[in-house]
């Protein structure tokens, strides 16, 4: 028995004129997740991409698997190939969907016919295979408004497909169908889960991080990179660039009031971050900060972060509670690295008490007391940069 793979797409079809580009991206996308694991045919019609194995040891669970992790798709469906011809239609149906008939009550039998040439019309398909199918299951009856289960029957230009149920795709849009940006990763929770949203949405994501030697340890940058090779699984590659921050963190320590020290680090992180950025040709920055989650994650604390950029900030996690960033960090599997306990640099100055409402003009002028220019830019020329390849 042949089976093959069904990818439909999702709001993408709706896309109009770009649709055409849209499912050019993911189509090779699709093929390059899957080439690693053995020859197979792919083709596309009708919103959907048909991936069949050419070789018996390929698993249809692993490509699901992969498939999963795929921005663009938003349903997977498992189907058996038939001849186009509806004896063999027939007979693969019971022997295939046998399991998944013999647990449920109800069902219905859909059909698409995209080669008009077939002898049978679609009504006459359902009527047909509804027949065959209760009487090889004699405890089913057919539900044509809320059925159990739909059979879907495919008939297309070289063979037929019967299938029944689907997966849930990774939804969102195809990888670089949204630009580029760059994001700033801590070993935190949140600004995983923050590039996860934004690579959903298409874009293409790039890392940045902030390391204070010997205030920070080389475990929790290896923490960091563990976790820049985990999101390449739904991002793909990600460039990761890693900025010594030590000598800036000791000037503001020295030079600034306690309570403006994490605002003010955080405008020197953005500062370099869009440096790096024009350099990379990311369009935008985004963090993991979520609105009143911590004393400087405030509305006027973005404020006065955001006065130091000239490019738009994406904080995708600004609306979602603490459990929900949460719920995603674990279904994308960084929930269990980024919780082991490993200094970041944010927490090693962390002031006492922090400015809830920090002004913008107090802030700017200790700024520039601080005397920083020469030390940002040695920072951005001490960057280093590495790829992280998705794990093929
Ligand atoms: P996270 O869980 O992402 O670490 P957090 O709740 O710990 O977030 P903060 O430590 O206040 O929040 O950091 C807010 C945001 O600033 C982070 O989400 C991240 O985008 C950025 N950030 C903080 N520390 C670093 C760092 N060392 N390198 C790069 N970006 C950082
Ligand atoms: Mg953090």
């Given at each position: 028995m042949k089976e093959v793979v069904l990818a439909k797409y999702g709001e993408m079809a709706l896309k109009g004129l770009n649709k055409g580009t849209f499912e050019d991206v993911l189509f090779k996308q699709i093929k390059r997740r899957l080439r690693p694991l053995g020859a197979m045919t792919f083709s596309r019609a009708q919103s959907t991409v048909y991936?069949?194995?050419?070789?018996?040891?390929?698993?249809?669970?692993?490509?699901?698997?992969r498939l999963q992790k795929v921005f663009g798709i938003a349903t997977l469906c498992r189907a058996v190939t038939c001849e186009k011809d509806?004896?063999?239609?027939?007979?693969?149906?019971?022997?295939?969907?046998r399991e998944t008939l013999e647990d449920v009550e109800t069902f219905k039998v859909e059909?698409?016919?995209?080669?008009?040439?077939?002898?049978m019309k679609s009504p006459e398909i359902c009527r047909e295979l509804g027949g065959t199918l209760c009487e090889a299951f004699p405890h089913l009856r057919v539900d044509v408004h809320e059925?159990?289960?739909?059979?879907?029957?495919?008939?297309?230009?070289?063979?037929a497909y019967v299938y029944a149920g689907k997966l849930r795709g990774a939804g969102g849009l195809p990888l670089g169908t949204g630009g580029k940006a760059l994001l700033l990763l801590s070993g935190g929770i949140d600004s995983p889960v923050a590039g996860y949203m934004m690579a959903k949405r298409g874009v293409l994501v790039n890392a940045i991080h902030f390391v204070s030697p010997p205030y920070t340890s080389d475990r929790a940058l290896l923490k960091v990179e563990e976790l820049a090779q985990k999101m390449t699984a739904y991002c793909g590659d990600i460039k990761f660039y890693?900025?010594?921050?030590?000598?800036?963190?000791?000037q503001l320590r020295r030079r600034c009031p306690e309570e403006y020290f994490t605002i003010l680090m955080r405008r020197v992180m953005m500062l370099i971050a869009q440096?790096?950025?024009?350099?990379?040709?990311?369009?935008?920055?985004?963090?993991?900060?979520?609105?009143?989650q911590v004393a400087s994650q405030t509305m006027q604390a973005m404020v006065c972060t955001d006065a130091v950029c000239r490019m738009p900030v994406f904080r995708p996690c600004v609306a979602l509670d603490k459990t929900e960033i949460i719920e995603i960090a674990r279904r994308i599997d960084t929930f269990d690295i980024s919780i082991q306990p490993y200094e970041d640099c944010c927490t090693v100055f962390t002031p006492r008490h922090p400015k809830i409402r920090p002004q913008l003009e107090l802030i700017e002028a200790a700024q520039e007391k601080a005397e920083l220019g020469e030390m940002i830019a040695r920072a951005v020329e001490g960057t280093t940069c590495k790829t992280f390849h998705v794990e093929l």
């Open positions: 991936i069949e194995p050419q070789d018996e040891s390929i698993r249809i669970d692993d490509i699901i698997d509806f004896d063999d239609i027939r007979t693969r149906a019971v022997d295939y969907l059909a698409k016919r995209a080669d008009k040439t077939f002898p059925p159990d289960v739909t059979v879907m029957v495919d008939i297309r230009d070289t063979n890693c900025v010594p921050f030590t000598e800036i963190q000791e440096q790096i950025a024009a350099q990379d040709e990311d369009q935008a920055l985004i963090t993991g900060e979520s609105i009143g």
